[in-house]
């Protein structure tokens, strides 16, 4: 008996969508000139959060939504390719990442028989304060046009509704 695919099941629903798919002619810059950073968190649909369609915005996501250096770069090229003019970083209430210390992780990954100090976690202690410091690293950045802008929001995963904390600034301030 062939060993069942694990991946079956969403193949199947992907037989189904490309279907009816119908090829938008969108071409891969984005539309509607945002880039979203959030989180991993599976509760999150950043698309259907802020009423947006497939082709209108950049959507990163890592845990804790945090610039990373791989999230500016990936910002910049975008910025000066792909047609992004404004930046969202938006981590959410209830995050994993806000729960425990770098510490603590590596202690209980090290009880399930993986030492992972190597590894930089990057959890958050102070989530507004993170937030202010991501926001500023992408302000900051050299390679940004000046007509990049960017904020810091909040998603709560309770309600829905997403919380202006750090208001919109352009970027480009090493410019
Ligand atoms: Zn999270």
Same mark, same amino acid.
């Given at each position: 008996?062939?060993?069942?695919?694990?991946?079956?099941?969403?193949?199947?629903?992907?037989?189904?969508?490309?279907?009816?798919?119908?090829?938008?002619?969108?071409?891969?810059?984005?539309?509607?000139?945002?880039?979203?950073?959030?989180?991993?968190?599976?509760?999150?649909?950043?698309?259907?959060?802020?009423?947006?369609?497939? #082709?209108?915005?950049?959507?990163?996501?890592?845990?804790?939504?945090?610039?990373?250096?791989?999230?500016?770069?990936?910002?910049?090229?975008?910025?000066?390719?792909?047609?992004?003019?404004?930046?969202?970083?938006?981590?959410?209430?209830?995050?994993?990442?806000?729960?425990?210390?770098?510490?603590?992780?590596?202690?209980?990954?090290?009880?399930? #028989?993986?030492?992972?100090?190597?590894?930089?976690?990057?959890?958050?202690?102070?989530?507004?304060?993170?937030?202010?410091?991501?926001?500023?690293?992408?302000?900051?950045?050299?390679?940004?046009?000046?007509?990049?802008?960017?904020? #810091?929001?909040?998603?709560?995963?309770?309600?829905?509704?997403?919380?202006?904390?750090?208001?919109?600034?352009?970027?480009?301030?090493?410019?």
């Amino acid at each position: 008996m062939a060993p069942v695919d694990p991946f079956a099941d969403v193949l199947a629903a992907n037989a189904d969508y490309s279907r009816t798919f119908s090829d938008s002619g969108l071409s891969g810059t984005a539309a509607r000139g945002l880039l979203v950073l959030t989180c991993m968190d599976s509760r999150i649909a950043p698309l259907e959060a802020l009423g947006l369609r497939a #082709g209108d915005a950049k959507i990163l996501r890592n845990a804790g939504g945090q610039v990373t250096p791989d999230v500016l770069t990936t910002i910049v090229l975008a910025a000066h390719l792909l047609g992004v003019r404004r930046v969202m970083v938006m981590p959410h209430t209830d995050c994993r990442m806000t729960k425990a210390t770098d510490a603590e992780l590596h202690q209980r990954l090290l009880e399930e #028989g993986v030492d992972t100090r190597s590894l930089s976690f990057g959890t958050i202690a102070y989530p507004d304060d993170a937030l202010h410091r991501d926001v500023q690293r992408v302000r900051s950045s050299p390679y940004l046009p000046a007509a990049v802008v960017v904020g #810091g929001f909040r998603y709560d995963v309770s309600t829905g509704r997403i919380a202006t904390v750090v208001p919109a600034e352009p970027a480009g301030r090493g410019n």
